[in-house]
């Protein structure tokens, strides 16, 4: 059970898609609850399935849990937030400006930035004006807000008018023009945030080095911001109690190294672990039950494989080889595995005697750096350089947007440049050209601009059209790189996810925004799957048979291509390995489908 040390007013989950932070939250809520104290769980993450865990249907307004008399919970929809307040900032301009200028506006209003200031707007009442939540002893959000959301609200300059002068169309300072009625109350709560007497960030992890690197750099940025009050919850950590399980001890063995390498910026921060549970924890029952992790870890040894196996990458790299050339693109959030599948890809269309470029963005760059030492004919290795390019992007729209600004503006310019956006659109640049190769081989991209991102500079260009009339100007590969992306025989996306809620659910909405963009994607991938391993340690049993709903939702309604991976148990790393992810079903695989079918009738 995860136990907060000292439990402030305030408590902040935050932690990356999957990791538990849901969970967390709702268990935290439940333990402080049933010690007597009046709790109030709230929750702005736009996945959220706070209904599900805790078996209730939640309203946007406290909601009575059964089982919990004091416990409420509510969820604060983000995406009709966000939608709400982008009405409200576009439509006074609609008949007024270009309508091209319309749709850069809307465009701009409509990426995570303003999801998540929109959110802050809804949760700061109950963050920043203490009469709000005045009935309860704990207020518990589930998802806090990031370190550059928290650095806009803080500059003096997000509260003048420069927003309303800026043009670029690439900003993601359009989402704060219309935050300045309560400045007041979102100063408190940023305040607040800060206050280690009201408030506790609390970092959720899982046992792995990405996931555990992502939340040091998490926290030593909101550390910088002065939110220094924190605490991590490691989720998931499994140990193997017997060795006749290859796949248990070697999951075992991999928490073990994760732990053993944990950054220094989070070591010392006070750590509670939590088991990895056989079960998900969804209801009350669940929920209280994880005080016992003895019975938590134990429960249920049933198994009932998905049948039949979905097929494995090879049937989709088959298809796309047919084509000849084109572009090839993994999305999907961060720790799913993309570079991985991203490079199995290139080298399986090298294998068919294809000249294959596989370029990425992946920082430690340890997989196409091993590739490039072994050598491989006809694949070809490039790295863009996510800092460099966005550092010579930045150089660049503060040598002309930012050259006619006061110190404020270009302050203000400055941490716009600094948001997430600003990476994805100098990284965009840098694809489109890439992109422009796949006329003549395959291209094989790792990491990809979001459908608002791609949709953002496409109505960006478009306002530049329609104030200049001289598209002429524009190099051949940006102009040409949205026509591409959505021709389905030139440009194939595959959405790349882990068999559990968040990540699929997140997956969704991302191939919502591709759809958005009028890009189809062409396939999705369920990476680390326990359905096809021969698994017997009750725990991975148990939740090999938690994967199949999320496995049959994708396979129902979201794609009509789907290949699942099974878990490795070393992460691949050369040519070799590479090769086994992608490699046609073998005898052993068949026999082993026979296994689960004969252990699915038992």
């Given at each position: 059970?995860?136990?907060?040390?000292?439990p402030?007013?305030?408590?902040?989950?935050?932690?990356?898609?999957?990791?538990?932070?849901?969970?967390?939250?709702?268990?935290?809520?439940?333990?402080?609850?049933?010690s007597?104290?009046?709790?109030?769980?709230?929750?702005?993450?736009?996945?959220?399935?706070?209904?599900d865990?805790?078996?209730?249907?939640?309203?946007?307004?406290?909601?009575?849990?059964?089982?919990?008399?004091?416990?409420?919970?509510?969820?604060?929809?983000?995406?009709?937030?966000?939608?709400?307040?982008?009405?409200?900032?576009v439509?006074?301009?609609?008949?007024?400006?270009p309508?091209?200028a319309?749709?850069?506006?809307?465009?701009?209003?409509?990426?995570?930035?303003?999801l998540?200031?929109?959110?802050?707007?809804?949760?700061?009442r109950?963050?920043?004006?203490d009469?709000?939540t005045a009935?309860?002893?704990?207020?518990?959000?589930?998802?806090?807000?990031?370190?550059?959301?928290?650095?806009?609200?803080t500059?003096?300059?997000?509260?003048?008018?420069?927003?309303?002068?800026?043009?670029?169309g690439?900003?993601c300072?359009?989402?704060l023009?219309?935050?300045?009625a309560?400045q007041?109350?979102?100063?408190?709560?940023?305040?607040?945030?800060?206050?280690?007497d009201?408030?506790?960030?609390?970092?959720?992890?899982?046992?792995?080095?990405?996931?555990?690197?992502?939340?040091?750099?998490?926290?030593?940025?909101?550390?910088?911001?002065?939110?220094?009050?924190?605490?991590?919850?490691?989720?998931?950590?499994?140990?193997?109690?017997?060795?006749?399980?290859?796949?248990?001890?070697?999951?075992?063995?991999?928490?073990?190294?994760?732990?053993?390498?944990?950054?220094?910026?989070?070591?010392s921060?006070?750590?509670?672990?939590?088991?990895?549970?056989?079960?998900g924890?969804?209801?009350?029952?669940?929920?209280?039950?994880?005080d016992?992790?003895?019975?938590?870890?134990?429960?249920?040894?049933s198994?009932?494989?998905?049948?039949?196996?979905?097929?494995?990458?090879?049937?989709?790299?088959?298809?796309?080889?047919d084509?000849?050339h084109?572009?090839?693109?993994?999305?999907?959030?961060?720790?799913?595995?993309k570079t991985?599948?991203?490079?199995?890809?290139?080298?399986?269309?090298?294998?068919?005697?294809?000249?294959?470029?596989?370029?990425?963005?992946?920082p430690?760059?340890?997989?196409?750096?091993?590739?490039?030492?072994?050598?491989?004919?006809?694949?070809?290795?490039?790295?863009?350089?996510?800092?460099?390019?966005?550092?010579?992007?930045t150089?660049?729209?503060?040598?002309?947007?930012?050259?006619?600004?006061?110190?404020?503006g270009?302050?203000?310019?400055?941490?716009?440049?600094?948001?997430?956006c600003?990476?994805?659109?100098?990284?965009?640049?840098?694809?489109?050209?890439?992109?422009?190769?796949?006329?003549?081989?395959?291209?094989?991209?790792?990491?990809?601009?979001?459908?608002?991102?791609?949709?953002?500079?496409?109505?960006?260009?478009?306002?530049?059209?329609?104030?200049?009339?001289?598209?002429?100007?524009?190099?051949?590969?940006?102009?040409?790189?949205?026509?591409?992306?959505?021709?389905?025989e030139?440009?194939?996306?595959?959405?790349?996810?882990?068999?559990?809620?968040?990540p699929v659910?997140?997956?969704?909405?991302?191939?919502?925004?591709?759809?958005?963009?009028?890009?189809?994607?062409?396939?999705?991938?369920?990476?680390?799957?326990?359905?096809?391993?021969?698994?017997t340690?009750p725990?991975?049993?148990q939740?090999?048979?938690n994967?199949?709903?999320?496995?049959?939702e994708?396979s129902?309604?979201?794609?009509?291509?789907?290949?699942?991976?099974?878990?490795?148990?070393e992460?691949?790393?050369?040519?070799?390995?590479?090769?086994?992810?992608?490699?046609?079903?073998?005898?052993?695989?068949?026999r082993?489908a026979?296994?689960?079918?004969?252990?699915?009738?038992?």
């Amino acid at each position: 059970m995860p136990r907060i040390e000292n439990p402030t007013r305030n408590l902040f989950f935050t932690g990356k898609g999957g990791v538990g932070k849901t969970s967390m939250a709702c268990a935290t809520a439940v333990q402080l609850a049933n010690s007597g104290l009046r709790v109030l769980l709230v929750s702005t993450d736009p996945a959220s399935n706070l209904h599900d865990v805790l078996a209730t249907k939640i309203l946007n307004e406290p909601t009575p849990i059964g089982g919990v008399p004091n416990l409420r919970a509510m969820n604060i929809d983000p995406a009709e937030s966000a939608r709400q307040y982008r009405e409200r900032m576009v439509e006074p301009y609609r008949g007024v400006l270009p309508a091209a200028a319309v749709a850069s506006m809307e465009e701009q209003f409509s990426g995570s930035c303003t999801l998540e200031i929109a959110a802050f707007d809804e949760f700061s009442r109950l963050l920043g004006d203490d009469a709000a939540t005045a009935e309860y002893d704990h207020v518990i959000f589930d998802t806090a807000p990031t370190g550059h959301t928290l650095r806009l609200l803080t500059l003096p300059s997000a509260w003048s008018g420069f927003m309303e002068t800026n043009t670029t169309g690439t900003s993601c300072l359009g989402p704060l023009a219309g935050l300045q009625a309560q400045q007041a109350l979102y100063r408190q709560s940023v305040a607040a945030l800060a206050d280690p007497d009201k408030t506790t960030l609390v970092l959720v992890t899982r046992p792995e080095l990405s996931a555990l690197r992502e939340a040091a750099r998490t926290s030593q940025e909101l550390q910088q911001l002065g939110v220094r009050n924190q605490q991590l919850i490691i989720n998931g950590l499994f140990s193997a109690p017997a060795n006749d399980d290859e796949f248990a001890v070697a999951m075992a063995a991999r928490c073990e190294q994760a732990l053993n390498s944990i950054p220094d910026a989070i070591a010392s921060l006070p750590r509670t672990t939590v088991p990895l549970l056989s079960d998900g924890l969804m209801g009350i029952e669940a929920l209280q039950r994880v005080d016992n992790s003895d019975a938590a870890t134990a429960a249920g040894t049933s198994s009932d494989p998905l049948q039949p196996l979905p097929k494995g990458l090879h049937a989709l790299i088959d298809e796309i080889s047919d084509s000849g050339h084109g572009v090839v693109m993994t999305m999907g959030k961060g720790g799913v595995g993309k570079t991985t599948i991203a490079a199995a890809i290139a080298v399986a269309l090298a294998d068919r005697g294809h000249e294959v470029l596989l370029s990425t963005t992946d920082p430690a760059a340890h997989l196409t750096a091993t590739l490039a030492s072994e050598g491989l004919p006809n694949l070809t290795l490039s790295r863009i350089d996510p800092a460099e390019e966005t550092a010579a992007y930045t150089a660049e729209v503060m040598a002309t947007a930012g050259a006619q600004l006061d110190d404020a503006g270009r302050a203000l310019l400055e941490e716009d440049l600094r948001s997430p956006c600003t990476e994805e659109i100098a990284v965009f640049r840098a694809f489109a050209r890439a992109v422009a190769g796949g006329r003549e081989r395959f291209v094989v991209l790792d990491t990809a601009p979001t459908g608002h991102t791609i949709l953002l500079l496409d109505s960006a260009l478009a306002y530049h059209r329609e104030v200049t009339r001289q598209s002429s100007q524009m190099p051949e590969y940006v102009e040409q790189l949205l026509p591409r992306l959505r021709d389905p025989e030139f440009a194939r996306v595959l959405i790349v996810t882990l068999p559990e809620a968040t990540p699929v659910h997140e997956a969704v909405q991302l191939q919502g925004d591709l759809r958005r963009a009028e890009i189809e994607p062409f396939a999705w991938v369920i990476n680390q799957s326990l359905q096809p391993l021969a698994v017997t340690d009750p725990v991975l049993v148990q939740r090999r048979q938690n994967e199949v709903p999320f496995i049959r939702e994708v396979s129902d309604s979201h794609s009509r291509r789907l290949a699942v991976l099974p878990w490795q148990k070393e992460p691949p790393r050369g040519v070799s390995s590479l090769r086994q992810v992608t490699a046609a079903p073998s005898p052993a695989r068949d026999r082993l489908a026979r296994y689960h079918q004969q252990d699915a009738t038992a």
